[in-house]
């Protein structure tokens, strides 16, 4: 009989990436969980992921708030990590996801917010921000959307560092909107990676390749930056040494926060 696995502690004011591009954020006393993954390594259809997660879904004890930028691909929420979500006391997602997966998920659209009450007597609002899942010309779905309907989130809160997830996003345009409209975002976890899925849009990148994960960066003006969602599945075609390589070209080593899955990385300089 094997004993229980101890239960990850909390570290505040940091991030964790523990695997893809599932990332765990402990903020303002709250435990944030983006993009559950937690399967083991296998074929999803035609994705497949190649790398287990750092740290299991039941050592991270209770979470407030599950945030998943789209429920439609694997690689953002697989089997295990569809269930640990369902389990959460809230789960935030697109309208769309919100509608296909019922409670406990609220849909948000662009620019909606949601207000979470902090142990420590404030709040924390979740901003929902735009996400384009493919190239700027990449064919449209009857909603409008490349790809499918995607969102990031803005964490923010009095005291907090502002907290900028970008879910699946490709487009430094989207990027370069959601600077202008929320200033000061203080750390970034970026969707890199250049996941490419064979036969859509010619194979360009339907996130953040290392190039455009750099210059995200540079238009946010965030001190730190958390590359995720670049191991771990098998169309993830740029990781870490070339995410390395983009921001060094860039000159932008200082304000790049990247380390093995499973490392709590401080959301502040
Ligand atoms: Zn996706």
Redesign the pocket.
């Known amino acids: 009989m094997g004993s229980p696995s101890p239960l990850l502690p909390r570290h505040a004011g940091s991030a964790m990436v523990v695997g893809g591009p599932t990332t765990v954020l402990d903020l303002g006393g709250l435990r944030i969980v983006s993009d559950p993954t937690f399967d083991a390594p296998g074929p999803h259809g035609y994705l497949t992921k190649t790398e287990g997660p750092a740290v299991t879904e039941d050592r991270l004890g209770d979470v407030d708030v599950v945030l998943v930028?789209?429920d439609?691909?694997a690689?953002?929420f697989d089997d295990r990590g569809r269930a640990f979500a369902l389990a959460a006391p809230l789960l935030l997602t697109t309208t769309s996801g919100a509608a296909r997966l019922g409670s406990p998920a609220k849909g948000l659209a662009a620019w909606d917010t949601h207000s979470l009450r902090r142990p420590d007597g404030g709040e924390l609002t979740v901003t929902a921000v735009p996400a384009v899942?493919g190239p700027e010309d990449g064919e449209r779905d009857p909603d409008g959307d490349v790809?499918?309907q995607?969102i990031g989130f803005v964490l923010a809160g009095d005291g907090l560092p502002t907290v900028y997830i970008s879910g699946?996003n490709a487009s430094i345009r989207t990027v370069t909107e959601i600077a202008r409209r929320i200033p000061g975002i203080a750390a970034a976890v970026l969707h890199a990676g250049a996941?490419r899925v064979p036969g859509k849009f010619r194979e360009r990148p339907?996130?953040l390749d290392s190039v455009r994960a750099a210059a995200a960066a540079a238009v946010l003006g965030a001190p730190v930056n958390i590359p995720a969602h670049y191991t771990g599945w098998a169309h993830f075609t740029e990781g870490r040494e070339a995410i390395e390589h983009a921001f060094d070209d860039a000159g932008l080593t200082p304000v790049l926060a990247i380390a093995d899955h499973g490392t709590w990385l401080p959301l502040t300089p």
């Open positions: 930028s789209h439609n691909h690689d953002n899942h790809n499918c995607v699946d996941a339907v996130s």
